[in-house]
């Protein structure tokens, strides 16, 4: 059973960073495609940024040059390192796994960033 457990969410400054960890048990990070992705109040859930097998990254729009994916294969971690966070980042944010119609989620982790 995959399961992907989220932490390291908070309260921030705007202009501040957080770096926000998604643990994998049941499987290896690297044999799916991983990615981050937030949902803000009234809003639907919105991809962040997303790694694949191959290693290959990709990223919103709204995060690009601010926020950057990464894996830790030894430890089983991804994580998504959040630099000058905007107020429009608050967000809870969860980790997916995917590959070959196999989904897996998270359970979130809030991240607030004050004005």
């Known amino acids: 059973q995959v399961q992907l457990v989220e932490s390291g969410g908070g309260l921030v400054q705007a202009g501040g960073s957080l770096r926000v960890s998604c643990a994998a048990s049941g499987t290896t990070v690297s044999m799916f495609n991983m990615g981050w992705y937030r949902q803000a109040p009234g809003k639907q859930r919105e991809l962040v940024a997303r790694?694949?097998?191959?290693?290959?990254?990709n990223y919103a729009d709204s995060v690009k040059g601010r926020f950057t994916i990464s894996m830790d294969n030894p430890k089983n971690l991804v994580y998504l390192q959040m630099n000058s966070l905007k107020p429009e980042d608050t967000a809870v944010y969860y980790c997916?796994?995917?590959?070959?119609?196999?989904?897996?989620w998270g359970q979130g982790t809030q991240v607030t960033v004050s004005s």
């Open positions: 997916r796994a995917d590959k070959w119609g196999l989904d897996y």
């Open positions: 790694i694949s097998r191959a290693g290959e990254s």
